[in-house]
C-alpha cells in the first residue's frame, strides 16, 4: 500500500526567532514525502530545476521515497524566504515560482499501484490536472493555503468537490466559507462527497470534523520549537500514509491518523527545514503516539 | 462534602458582539458557586452592598447556595463594565469597587463541615486573610488575573504556596513566571507544593499539567457564544466542586473535574451574565461530559 504525494518542491530561506537558514530543502510535496515515508512507500510528483541539490536527492532516497514523478526543468527550483514574528504565521520576503511556473504535473505509471492520493499545498488548477489523471485512489485528500482561496475559490471548490479529505487552518477555512464558527464551517466544506475535514490549529492541535461526529487531538507539547515550516505539510502527509492501510475513515482509524500527524508535526517544528523529519527513528514516533493517546 | 467559595460578588454591565446586559449578577464567587452547585454543597464568602437585589438572593437559595458568608454592608455592590471585541479578552470600561474595598472575608462557622476551598478571583491579600482561617480542608485552589499578578506578586505567590491546584490562563502563567513556554511555567508553579496547574485556553480548552504527567482538554464546542464573562470561575466552580467528592488528586479524577468544568463553562458562555448557569438541568451537564469523552 502506497501513497502518492504531489506539490511544491522549494529551496527555502527561512528566519525563525531561533535562528536562520538559507536554501534549504522544502516544498510541500517535500516536507509531506518526507512524513509519509516513516508509514508507507511514497512516491513523489514534483518539478526541480537544474540547480536542485544532488544531496536532497540523496536525501530522498535514503527516505525510499520514489522519484519517477520527480521532473529536473532547465531552470531555477521554486525559491521561498520567509520570515516568523509570530510561529502560527510566516511573512513571505520572497517568492520565486521558477520552474514551479510551467510545471504540469502527471502521475507516472509506476504510481498505478498506489491507493492513496494527498494534492499538498499547490496552485488549485495543478490539483486538478492531477485529478483529471486520477487512478482508482482509495483515499484523496488536499490541502491549500489563503493565497489560494483568496485568488481561485472556484478551481479549489472544484478540488475539494473530488477530494475525501480536506486539511486546512482555523483561518482558512472561515476564509474559504465565510463562515467564522469553524464547526459551523467545516460542516459546509462536509455538504459534498468530503467525508472528514482537518481544522488545523496551530500550538492547539486539530479537530477532525465529520457529518456526525468530532475528534480533537492537542498539538504534542513541546518545550523548545525551532521552526513551523512544514508542520501543516508533515501532519497531513503522515496520516493521509497511515490511511493507506486502512479500508474505512472510521472514528478509530481517524483518531489514529491525527495522532501520527500530529507526532511526525512534532517531530518536523522541533528542528529548522526538514531536519526534523530526516532519519527519525520510528519508534520514537510510535512512542510520541503513545502519549498523545495518554494525555487525552 | 461541601466547598466554600470565596471571591467577588459583583452586579456587571457587559457588551459582546451578540448584545448588552446592565447591572446583571456577576463576580468571580457568584459564576463559580453557581458552577459548584451542579455538583454538591456550596458556601458563599462574600460582600455586597445595600443595593444587591433580593431576586440575586433568592436566586443562589434556589441553588442551595448556602449563604451564613455573605455579607451585605452599607454601600453599593462592587460593579464592573466591560466589552468584547475578542472572545478571550475584555476590556474593562469601568471598575467601582465600593463595598470589596473594605471587605475582609471570614469562614462562618457553617463552613467547618466543608472539605474543599476555592479562592476565586480576588485581591491575593484577602486570599491570604482566608487562607489564615483555613480549617483542615481536603483541597485548596486558587485563581487569579494579570491585573493581581502585576500590582501585587508576591502576595500571590504566599497565596500559590498553600494551594493545591492553580488555575490560570496562558496569558497568566507567562506573565507570573515570566516563562514563554506554557508548560515550562507550569511546570515552574509546581516546584511548590501544588500538585496541579490547571492552564486554561479559552475557545481552545484548558491542559492539567502535574509533576510528571499531562491531561488535554478542548473547549465544548458550540455553534454560538454569547458572552464569556465568567468562564474561567464556572470552569474552576464545577471543577472544585467535584472534587469535593474524591479523595485524590490522580489523572483519572483530575480527568473528570477537568471535562466537568469545560462542560459546565461552556453552558456559561452560552448565555449572557449568569442566565447559562440558572436552572439547568444536570443531566444535560452530564450528556456535554460524555460527549466531550467521545471526542477526544
Redesign the interface.
Given at each position: 500500500m502506497s501513497i502518492v504525494v504531489v506539490g511544491s518542491i522549494a529551496l527555502d530561506s527561512i528566519e525563525t526567532p531561533k535562528g536562520k537558514i538559507e536554501n534549504s530543502l522544502g516544498g510541500s510535496a517535500i516536507y509531506a514525502s518526507l512524513a509519509a515515508s516513516y508509514f508507507g512507500s511514497t512516491y513523489l510528483v514534483g518539478v526541480a530545476g537544474e540547480d536542485f541539490p544532488s544531496e536532497a536527492i540523496s536525501l530522498l532516497k535514503e527516505h525510499n521515497i520514489q522519484l519517477d514523478g520527480l521532473e529536473i526543468k532547465p531552470g531555477k527550483t521554486f525559491r521561498w524566504k520567509g520570515i516568523y514574528n509570530d510561529w502560527n504565521q510566516a511573512e513571505s520576503l520572497h517568492t520565486e515560482l521558477n520552474v514551479l511556473l510551467e510545471f504540469s504535473p502527471h502521475l507516472p505509471n509506476s504510481c498505478k499501484q498506489c491507493n492513496s492520493l494527498f494534492l499538498a499545498n499547490i496552485h488549485p488548477q495543478l490539483q486538478l490536472k492531477v485529478l483529471k489523471q486520477m487512478k482508482s485512489f482509495r483515499w484523496v485528500a488536499c490541502d491549500t493555503m489563503n493565497y489560494w482561496i483568496n485568488l481561485y475559490p472556484e478551481e479549489l471548490t472544484q478540488v475539494i468537490e473530488k477530494v475525501d479529505i480536506v486539511f486546512v487552518n482555523e483561518e482558512e477555512v472561515r476564509q474559504y466559507t465565510g463562515i467564522d464558527?469553524i464547526?459551523?464551517a467545516a460542516r459546509k466544506i462536509l455538504e459534498t462527497k468530503v467525508q472528514v475535514v482537518v481544522v488545523k490549529?496551530g500550538e492547539?492541535?486539530s479537530?477532525a470534523v465529520f457529518k456526525d461526529?468530532?475528534?480533537?487531538?492537542?498539538a504534542y507539547?513541546l518545550?523548545?520549537i525551532s521552526d513551523t515550516t512544514g508542520a501543516g505539510d508533515s501532519f497531513a502527509g503522515a496520516f493521509m500514509s497511515y490511511l493507506t492501510t486502512q479500508n474505512s475513515l472510521d472514528r478509530n482509524t481517524i483518531r489514529s491518523a491525527v495522532r501520527y500527524g500530529t507526532a511526525t508535526a512534532a517531530k518536523c517544528v522541533s528542528d529548522f527545514g526538514v531536519q526534523g523529519l530526516v532519519h527519525q527513528d520510528f519508534s520514537n514516533i510510535q512512542m510520541m503516539f503513545n502519549q498523545l493517546q495518554k494525555?487525552?
Open positions: 464558527n464547526f459551523k490549529r492547539y492541535g479537530v461526529d468530532l475528534f480533537f487531538s492537542p507539547p518545550e523548545e494525555w487525552t
